[in-house]
């Protein structure tokens, strides 16, 4: 029960509605004034002594509050300043009094109140009880003020300046964050020890909600400092790789991408364990620097290798022998060879026997027969050309010490092969070279040894690869140029090359088709007449191979191709003559043989790994110092077979007209032409000496024969190689008869009829068989003109 307090005469005061707010005793407070009614009452405040009732409104929102909107009890309170602001409200700087309870209202004009208030009296100042309460909410006060940041420290002086429990319980309360209606409560409380415990009650309610605000707080913050140092600390690490040029994410996308692909390549245990640590060995490199490029190159490799692809074998024979009929035209005896060979495939697994060598001058079909092989077969074909592969290395790889080393080309054509069992193709293996870096045949034989290739080991890999379950074939243009230990090792095909109507065959059946097809000509719109590519065989390729005449028809094809590009359809029938309009004019001439003058000349054979061709030697001799003058590029055994047959002639010329010493004042010149090709070999013995005899003697040999032997100092004849490409050069030549040392009969007869018919052959043993035939005695004497020409070259007039 509110008591006033009787000293206190009840005054009459301007009363002020004060929104949002309840005023304490001895709180110095602003307040911002506007309304008419409020502004009146300070005016008359002022012009008073200055004193106010500060009245709590119920409802803030009320703009023109009546007294049934204020709370009874309020605040004395004087006015200390006022300021008018330029917008203009009034701020009035007012401080609180005494607590006083309004008895009654006078309503003024303008809806501003007076009001007649008696001061409240306070209970329990004295009492120990309040004392007690008003201790702890000293204390509770203190740690609300520490935990509320809001709150300036220097409220803790004042506090502690106050000793008066009344000022100390309005102090606090001014400071408690209540409600207006609380507020407005402990305003009218008039017993101290009440105030003091609602306000001890709402310290202990807000101390418990700041703490907890604090731990959350801190939490919130600890949560948010871990986690933005973490961000801080990557970002850092980021920029600094970035700077590096590595970037974080790819490291560990790396790795993974590695572990995915080695296990889809499926390697052996062995194999697999080593890349797995090489995968590791990358797990802590920056993966831009050099060490980190090895390994992934060195993994690249090992996953790119077909571990465990190996395709199924079609061995089945006729089919087999379907495919190559297919394929090529002739070659029955390699056909059958390799019939043989896939038939032994057939009940053994791995064949360990000699590896197939298909020899022969270029374009005769050795590629695509090996190509028509792995076809047969439903095997997957790669082809390595050891031409000009001078180094071990380049067979079996560097070490991978070195910067930019690579697996050798074993390695790299079986990544190519994509199967572990693919037709492999060794192409002229007669042409490797060896040198001070290693014999890179030695290395080969390993790669096609049986025993040792399952576990072959290339520098560069480090780990086993198996080669045994590859086809292997070789290729080479001449068999004596094949490294020894390699001949011994295999089984040589040989394939010699085309006669005129062979080469027909397969330009009509296979090449023509071929080229139209890749010329996108229809069958029915270019026609090769036989004659044109006879003419085509004839005169605008020689070779014993049909690379050259392919190649021809593929120039025809593109003519044709660009002329009728705007009319499809249109048939291009080529007859002979019109070759050079297509092709341009003949580069060679229909015979090989040299016309005109014969004396002193005779027609060789040679050999070469281009195949066979004719030699059209010459002799003559002019006065001089007796010296041997060789020209057109012959090689130094060539050069002593001329010496020989020069001695022969010394010797056991005379029987043949060959005057004695007829080198004395005379020199003996030695002419091969078209000295463009080196020619080399002891073959063209007997050639030379019969055209030394010729020129000696003044007696013509008949342009249509032709001779290929060794001689020896004694006139005899030895063996030749080569003879099939050489009866196939006689015959392109035109040539009618071939003299042919007696101990190459066997190979004669080895031969295909169809190249032994229409020519004649004389087997020899001796050089003046030869003679014999070539120079009857028929023949003899010379002819006038033979013998006025023998007299200007020799030194004495022939028999
Ligand atoms: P090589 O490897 O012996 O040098 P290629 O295999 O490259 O020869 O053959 C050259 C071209 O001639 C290829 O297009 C090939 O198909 C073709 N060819 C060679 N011989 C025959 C043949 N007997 N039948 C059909 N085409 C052949």
Known sequence: MTMLNPADRPNLYPVLPLRDVVVFPSMIFPLLIGRPGT??????????????????????????????????????????????????????????????????????????????????????????????????????????????????????????????????????????????????EALEQDSLLEQFKLINGTLEQEIEILKIERTVEGQVREKISRSQRTYYLQEQLRVIKKELGEDGDEDFTDVIAYKKRIKKAKMPKAVKDRAEEEVDKLKGMAMMSPEASVIKNYLDWLCAMPWATITKDNLDLDAAERVLEEDHFGLRKPKERILEHLAVLARVDKIKGPILCLVGPPGVGKTSLARSIARAMNRNFVRLSLGGVRDEAEI????????????????????????????????????????????????????????????????????????SQILFITTANMRHEIPLPLQDRMEVIEIHGYLRYEKLEIAKHFLI??????????????????????????????????????????????????????????????????????????????????????????????????????????????????????????????????????????????????????????????????????????????????????????????????????????????????????????????IKKVFVPETNRVDWFDLDEDLRSDIAVVFVDHVEQVWVEVFPPSQSPPSKRDSARAARSTAQRPL
């Open 39 to 184: 502004l009146a009452a300070v005016e008359r405040a002022m012009l008073g002594d200055r004193k106010l009732l500060l009245l709590a409104q119920r409802d803030s929102n009320q703009e023109d509050p009546t007294v049934q909107d204020l709370y009874q009890v309020g605040v004395i309170a004087s006015v200390l300043q006022t300021l008018k602001l330029p917008n203009g409200l009034i701020k009035v700087l007012v401080e609180g009094l005494e607590r006083a309870t309004a008895l009654s209202f006078t309503q003024d004009s303008n809806n501003s109140f007076d009001a007649e208030a008696a001061t409240l009296i306070i209970t329990g100042a004295d009492s120990l009880e309040t004392r007690a309460h008003m201790k702890v909410g000293a204390r509770r006060f203190r740690e609300y003020v520490s935990l509320n940041r809001q709150l300036p420290d220097e409220v803790l002086i004042t506090l502690s300046n106050l000793t008066e429990p009344e000022r100390t319980a309005d102090f606090m309360m001014a400071h408690l964050p209540l409600p207006l209606p609380k507020k407005q």
């Open 396 to 467: 079996r790889g560097h070490r991978r010490t070195y910067i930019g080393s690579m697996p050798g080309r074993i390695i790299q054509s079986m990544k190519r092969a994509g199967s572990m069992n693919p037709v492999f193709l060794l192409d002229e293996v007669d042409k490797m070279a060896s040198d001070f870096r290693g014999d890179p045949a030695a290395a080969l034989l390993e790669v096609l040894d049986p025993e040792q290739n399952g576990t072959f080991s290339d520098h560069y890999l480090e780990v086993d690869f198996d080669l």
């Open 513 to 734: 088709p071929k080229q139209l097809k890749e010329h996108g000509i229809k069958p029915g719109e270019l026609q090769l007449t036989d004659d044109t590519i006879y003419a085509m065989i004839d005169v605008y390729t020689r070779e014993s191979g049909v690379r050259e005449l392919e190649r021809t028809i593929a120039r025809i094809c593109r003519k044709v191709a660009r002329e009728t590009v705007n009319a499809r359809g249109r048939e291009t029938v080529i007859l002979p003559d019109m070759l050079e309009k297509y092709i341009g004019i003949p580069p060679f001439k229909e015979s090989m043989i040299e016309q005109g003058e014969r004396v002193g000349t005779a027609i060789g054979l040679a050999w070469t790994s281009l195949g066979g061709d004719i030699l059209n030697i010459q002799a003559s001799m002019m006065k001089g110092k007796g010296t041997l003058l060789l020209t057109g590029r012959l090689g130094d055994v060539m050069k002593e077979s001329a010496q020989a047959a020069i001695s022969f002639l010394r010797a056991h010329g005379r029987p043949w007209g060959v005057p004695d010493e007829f080198l004395k004042g005379h020199d003996v010149h030695i002419h091969i032409p078209e000295g463009g090709t080196p020619k080399d070999g002891p073959s063209a013995g007997i050639t030379l000496a019969t055209a030394l005899l010729s020129a000696l003697t003044g007696r013509a040999v008949p342009a249509d024969i032709a001779m290929t032997g060794e001689i020896t100092l004694r006139g005899h004849v030895l063996p030749i190689g080569g003879l099939a490409e050489k009866i196939m050069a006689a015959r392109r030549a035109g």
